[in-house]
């Protein structure tokens, strides 16, 4: 009797359902909506929000927890990275979660379409005037989602040589050969690329000496040009003048002209090119000191693309692996207890997901990673080299997990980049991995310079398969 009574009252007892929130994003939506329907009424009077920002605003005022936030099928341009901060955190048992609807595939991007092309020749011209104002600049452009190259010469898989470096100035300076280089337009939006021993290093040419066959560059390189080799090889980019070959590309800030030479069979009405503008797609930032933390967030089915890259020091290169070039298309500082799962993160000219200072406990499962210009996944400190004294902004970065996800095609313009790399970071597990097709090392773990106590350990790396490495041009 006892145990039918007990049946009963279970039965019978009310039920305490976990009040939450759902919000729902759609292209074809209206921020000054509710954003509580996931389509519009038949009226037009309420329905999806239209915008990222807006869903996030929303959250903050959100009466009731947990919160999810679905997005339609669409694309979803940003201007500035989707940010989010302290204030926009979950709870424990109370997170945020923004996510795809059903089996829809939104695409969260960083770029902005550019169409309205003329003809010039073999070439499609447009010009943008908010490059020529100085509101944007570029230096990544995708045709049908596809990378197209900045003119180059070389071109590709073919490389000039030095002929040794400077005395005086070995470490910004270097001797070409005659007829290897010319007197450029806008010297100051030209590149050279140097390949130095484990390095490729992306340098603005300063001065071209065409008598005394030499070039001044910045930033300082950290080793003489000719340390390693007297003929280090390198290739110089985006300058008109090397326009030359389908796929490529120049842009004149100056004018804000874009000029593209289209692969065969290409036309304005057939492709949609896009060119990134925002250097972080999505960006958790919150305190790596101690402060708030971004926290308890979990995205899951977004895909995120299109961002651009920036060496933001004046001084300093990018440093081996890349380390110093502190842009990708998904950016968290300062955030614990967060979730990147099943999303993809492509065509970004930096890395694919950075962890950096205060990143602690945060999951990343489940994901595509590809079609970069750097690495893949990035965690620790990337602030500098010698890094191991920092045990304090270690101890800050750890137990992240990086678990079940495809990350390939890598190394595109950053070639000295890695697949998975940890940097004086520890408790991390990165399992079930496969990596492949990138030019320099798939997982690389550890990072520092002497012999100091190193603050990375603990970190377990098993059952990932790694291959296609080394296919450097």
């Not at 790596?288 to 308890?296: F, L, P, S, W």
Request: glycine share 8%; hydrophobic share 35%; charged share 15%.
């Amino acid at each position: 009797m006892t145990s039918h009574s007990t049946l009963l009252w279970l039965l019978l007892a009310p039920t305490f359902l976990v009040a939450q929130t759902l919000f729902y994003v759609s292209p074809s939506g209206n921020d000054s909506w509710s954003g509580t329907l996931p389509e519009a009424n038949i009226g037009q009077s309420d329905g999806p929000f239209a915008t990222p920002e807006r869903a996030r605003d929303a959250v903050r005022t959100a009466d009731s927890f947990p919160v999810t936030v679905f997005f339609r099928d669409g694309v979803y341009f940003v201007k500035k990275p989707w940010r989010f901060e302290a204030k926009d955190s979950g709870q424990k048992n109370a997170q945020i979660s923004y996510q795809n609807y059903g089996d829809e595939r939104p695409i969260i991007s960083g770029g902005i379409i550019i169409d309205q092309w003329q003809f010039e020749g073999n070439l499609w011209v447009t010009t943008l005037d908010d490059v020529k104002n100085g509101e944007i600049y570029f230096k990544e452009l995708y045709v049908n989602d596809e990378r197209r190259d900045r003119a180059r010469h070389p071109n590709k898989v073919q490389f000039l040589r030095i002929n040794g470096s400077v005395p005086e100035n070995d470490h910004n300076a270097f001797y070409f050969y005659p007829g290897d280089v010319s007197l450029y337009q806008n010297i100051q939006d030209v590149n050279i690329c140097l390949y130095q021993a484990w390095l490729a290093i992306h340098l603005r040419i300063d001065q071209i000496n065409i008598g005394q066959s030499n070039i001044v560059f910045s930033p300082r390189l950290w080793f003489a040009a000719s340390e390693f080799d007297n003929h280090t090889r390198y290739y110089i980019e985006n300058a008109f003048e090397l326009l030359d070959q389908p796929g490529e590309w120049y842009l004149n800030r100056r004018t804000g002209q874009l000029f593209y030479y289209p692969i065969p069979g290409e036309t304005p009405e057939s492709c949609t090119v896009i060119a990134a503008c925002v250097d972080r797609v999505l960006e958790l930032s919150g305190s790596a000191t101690g402060g708030a933390q971004v926290e308890y967030l979990n995205f899951s089915g977004l895909r995120f693309q299109n961002a651009d890259w920036i060496v933001t020091s004046v001084d300093k290169t990018e440093g081996q692996a890349h380390i110093l070039l502190d842009d990708a298309v998904i950016y968290l500082k300062g955030a614990s207890n967060c979730t990147i799962k099943r999303c993809e993160v492509a065509l970004g000219g930096a890395h694919g997901i950075v962890l950096s200072q205060g990143c602690s406990n945060n999951v990343i499962e489940q994901c595509h990673v590809h079609a970069l210009g750097g690495g893949g996944i990035y965690i620790g400190n990337t602030s500098g080299w010698n890094a191991c004294e920092e045990a304090t902004m270690a101890a800050q970065i750890n137990t992240n997990t990086v678990q079940n996800c495809y990350i390939h095609d890598l190394t595109h313009v950053h070639h000295g980049s890695v697949g998975i790399w940890i940097g004086n970071s520890f408790d991390n597990q990165i399992l079930h991995n496969e990596i492949s097709d990138l030019d320099y090392t798939g997982i690389s773990v550890g990072w520092c310079w002497g012999y100091q106590a190193a603050t990375s350990g603990n970190n377990l790396i098993a059952f990932n398969h790694i291959h296609h490495l080394g296919q450097g041009e």
